[in-house]
């Protein structure tokens, strides 16, 4: 047994288990901030003895930060003139 | 090994790490409530740079919304039109009780699904709005999980740490930004919709609920399952040897 075996079994032992199959499950309850405080607590435990899952949580959060940033694209000319054009009969009000 | 400065708060950070981790919460290029005043009255004034600005902004995110509402593209770009049309009909009546881009949404989404339904009566769109994902999705692959013993269902090998810079490294890259693209358009409609009103747009779980008509539990299941599928891509992307320059 390793040291990190040794610690998750002991908490395992203390609060409940939570696996690394359920840890990655409940990922986007933890985010939304819908996590009920007890679970919540169990979810740092294993957080801060589970180097895979702290991986884990790394990713799913540079994933959502990727999808925040995708560029943004222009519309195609003609559609931008036309909506431009629409706008100008709709000004005079 | 990696120290993770954990509070009870729900925001956890990691050292030596600049990007701003409040995802949840991440609007894209979110204007401030002055801002967005500002904004609107440069509009009702009828300043045409700032609807040009406007369109400019949203266009393409309405578009890829459109898409994941009606399928076909020339639909989409039709239920888009019409969205901008919706925006001036209404924009003397907008009341700022939502954000301009809530509400720019709210008009997308609801075009979108009279669209859909008109569309799925007279074509063959019926699968459309099925829920054909409603069963169990593991967010990773079981293989990855040790199978017996007291650690069955702990990892059997920890998942590749990614590079840092992650999200502007792989999107500097066309290659990398259409990939992700082409990753979310693989995704089933339900789930595309939730991705990019949450993840992409930045909308709050509450107003995508409204738009949708579902569930806030029913909505994060989706939204986590999007979030699992696109990771899952990302990961094979960047671990496949072609990691963006």
Same mark, same amino acid.
């Given at each position: 047994?390793?040291?990190?075996?040794?610690?998750?079994?002991? =908490?395992?032992?203390l609060?409940?288990?939570? *696996?690394?199959?359920?840890?990655?499950?409940?990922? *986007?309850?933890?985010?939304?901030?819908?996590?009920?405080?007890?679970?919540?607590?169990?979810?740092?435990?294993?957080?801060?003895?589970?180097?895979?899952?702290?991986?884990? +949580?790394?990713?799913?959060?540079?994933?959502?930060?990727?999808?925040?940033?995708? /560029?943004?694209? /222009?519309?195609?000319?003609?559609?931008r003139?036309?909506?431009?054009?629409?706008?100008?009969? !709709?000004?005079?009000? | 090994? *990696?120290?993770?400065?954990?509070?009870?708060?729900?925001?956890?950070?990691?050292p030596?790490?600049?990007?701003?981790?409040?995802?949840?919460?991440?609007?894209?290029?979110?204007?401030?409530?002055?801002e967005?005043?500002?904004?609107?009255?440069?509009?009702?004034?009828?300043?045409?740079?700032?609807?040009?600005? $406007?369109?400019?902004?949203?266009?393409?995110s309405? $578009?890829? +919304?459109?898409?994941?509402?009606?399928?076909?593209?020339?639909?989409?770009?039709?239920?888009?039109?019409?969205? #901008?049309?919706?925006?001036?009909?209404? +924009?003397?009546?907008?009341?700022?009780?939502?954000?301009?881009?809530?509400?720019?949404?709210?008009?997308?989404?609801?075009?979108?699904?009279?669209?859909?339904?008109?569309?799925?009566?007279?074509?063959?769109?019926?699968?459309? &709005?099925?829920?054909?994902e409603?069963?169990?999705e593991?967010?990773?692959?079981?293989?990855? =999980?040790r199978?017996?013993?007291? #650690?069955a269902?702990? !990892?059997?090998?920890?998942?590749?740490?990614?590079?840092?810079?992650?999200?502007e490294?792989?999107?500097?890259?066309?290659?990398?930004?259409?990939?992700?693209?082409?990753?979310?358009?693989?995704?089933?409609?339900?789930?595309?919709q939730?991705?990019?009103m949450?993840?992409?747009?930045?909308?709050?779980?509450?107003?995508?609920?409204?738009?949708?008509?579902?569930?806030?539990?029913?909505?994060?299941?989706?939204?986590?399952?999007?979030?699992?599928?696109?990771?899952?891509?990302?990961?094979?992307? +960047?671990?496949? &040897?072609?990691?963006?320059?």
């Amino acid at each position: 047994m390793t040291r990190e075996e040794i610690k998750i079994y002991v =908490f395992d032992y203390l609060a409940g288990r939570m *696996t690394c199959k359920d840890f990655v499950e409940v990922i *986007t309850d933890y985010l939304d901030g819908t996590m009920p405080f007890f679970r919540r607590v169990r979810f740092h435990l294993h957080l801060g003895m589970c180097l895979g899952c702290r991986i884990y +949580l790394r990713q799913m959060r540079q994933t959502i930060q990727t999808l925040g940033r995708l /560029p943004e694209q /222009p519309p195609p000319p003609q559609v931008r003139d036309e909506l431009l054009q629409r706008f100008k009969t !709709w000004k005079p009000r | 090994m *990696t120290q993770v400065d954990v509070s009870l708060s729900g925001s956890m950070r990691m050292p030596g790490h600049a990007l701003p981790e409040e995802t949840s919460t991440l609007e894209r290029d979110s204007l401030s409530t002055r801002e967005e005043r500002h904004l609107l009255t440069r509009l009702r004034a009828g300043d045409e740079a700032a609807f040009a600005s $406007l369109v400019d902004r949203h266009h393409s995110s309405l $578009l890829r +919304l459109a898409m994941a509402h009606v399928s076909d593209r020339s639909v989409a770009e039709e239920v888009v039109q019409e969205t #901008w049309i919706g925006v001036l009909e209404g +924009l003397d009546r907008f009341e700022g009780r939502s954000s301009l881009k809530t509400w720019i949404y709210r008009i997308l989404t609801n075009k979108a699904k009279t669209r859909g339904v008109r569309e799925s009566r007279h074509t063959t769109f019926s699968s459309l &709005g099925s829920a054909d994902e409603e069963g169990d999705e593991p967010a990773v692959d079981p293989s990855q =999980f040790r199978t017996s013993g007291h #650690w069955a269902d702990y !990892w059997s090998s920890y998942p590749e740490p990614w590079d840092e810079a992650t999200p502007e490294k792989l999107l500097l890259s066309k290659e990398g930004a259409g990939y992700l693209e082409q990753a979310i358009e693989a995704l089933p409609l339900n789930l595309r919709q939730v991705l990019i009103m949450r993840d992409i747009e930045g909308l709050e779980s509450k107003e995508v609920c409204d738009m949708l008509g579902v569930s806030e539990g029913n909505q994060r299941v989706l939204l986590h399952r999007a979030r699992s599928r696109v990771r899952r891509a990302l990961e094979q992307y +960047l671990e496949g &040897g072609r990691k963006p320059a």
